[in-house]
């Protein structure tokens, strides 16, 4: 079998390490410093029981800076997006257990994945199939075999159109304007002195503008599940991060809800 100019059948290519074998190149240089991003990275779950494929793919994805999660067949596929949904799923249409076909369909008929971008591969044959799989709800699809750079292109392609803040290079709440690339944020066209905790802070919140976060929730996500921090620690920084962000007299863009939490205004 051959992909992307690749024969999975050398041992070469055989792979159960994350590292890069030789042959298999990113799509892009993963040395452009989006490590620090990787925290608040689109999630992509990729569904495909080919395993040499299912390496690429996530490796290229994780190149480009992705969050990746791989699952071979389509029954735990199932159980996982009931646990978690990611921001963007790769579903191959033949499966294990259950068809891609038929878990897309499914997932379709559930609100919490209804609206989850879906892309879908398929083999060569398979594409008179194309049409029914557009019909049962993939946004996208592909056929194997495919290139790298055409796959990380539909995989932006289709999160900038469903999910736009999470590609964006710069997110803005009325006058405040946070520089991804930069890791600078500016209020009124001026550039702010910003703590690091207080930069991931203010991304996390701009990414979701309007929406109330706990305190626990904002730990979770900003200073990661594994590390014990108090609640009040939140506050601490919610405190420091208004008044690096409210200088002189601006409207304060951060707004605590008793007892439920803080949010970025968006009114
Ligand atoms: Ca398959």
Same mark, same amino acid.
């Given at each position: ?44 779950? %990729? ?10 793919? $996530? @490796?290229?994805?994780?190149?480009? =800076? @992705?969050?990746?999660?791989? %699952? ?7 159980? $996982? ?21 038929? &878990? ?28 029914? !799989? ?6 996208? @699809? ?17 999160? $900038? ?33 910003? =703590? ?5 802070? &203010? ?6 503008? =309007?929406?109330?976060?706990? $305190? ?7 200073? !990661?599940?594994?590390? @014990? ?39």
């Amino acid at each position: 079998m051959s992909l992307n100019g690749i024969d999975f059948s050398s041992p070469a290519a055989r792979l159960s390490s994350q590292s890069a074998p030789a042959g298999m190149v990113p799509a892009r240089d993963a040395g452009s410093g989006r490590s620090e991003q990787a925290m608040f990275a689109p999630k992509v779950m %990729v569904v495909e029981d080919e395993e040499p494929l299912c390496v690429l793919l $996530r @490796y290229n994805l994780e190149a480009e =800076g @992705y969050q990746v999660e791989t %699952v071979m067949r389509g029954d735990e596929a199932e159980l $996982r997006l009931r646990e978690s949904v990611p921001d963007l799923l790769v579903l191959d249409w033949m499966l294990p257990a259950i068809s891609g076909i038929e &878990l897309c369909r499914r997932l379709r008929a559930r609100p919490e994945t209804e609206r989850l971008p879906i892309i879908m591969l398929t083999a060569r044959g398979e594409e008179s199939d194309r049409v029914r !799989g557009l019909a049962t709800g993939a946004d996208d @699809y592909l056929v194997k075999p495919f290139s790298m750079p055409e796959f990380i292109a539909r995989v932006r392609a289709l999160l $900038r159109r469903a999910k736009p803040e999470s590609v964006a290079n710069v997110l803005t709440v009325k006058d405040l304007l946070l520089d991804r690339e930069q890791h600078r944020v500016f209020r009124k066209g001026k550039a702010i002195g910003i =703590g690091p905790t207080e930069y991931r802070l &203010l991304e996390f919140l701009m990414l979701s503008p =309007g929406r109330v976060f706990s $305190r626990e929730q904002l730990l979770d996500n900003v200073w !990661g599940n594994n590390v @014990y921090v108090d609640e009040r620690t939140v506050d601490v920084h919610i405190g420091r991060l208004r008044k690096a962000i409210n200088i002189g007299r601006s409207v304060d863009l951060i707004r605590t809800v008793r007892g439920a939490g803080y949010s970025i205004t968006v009114e």
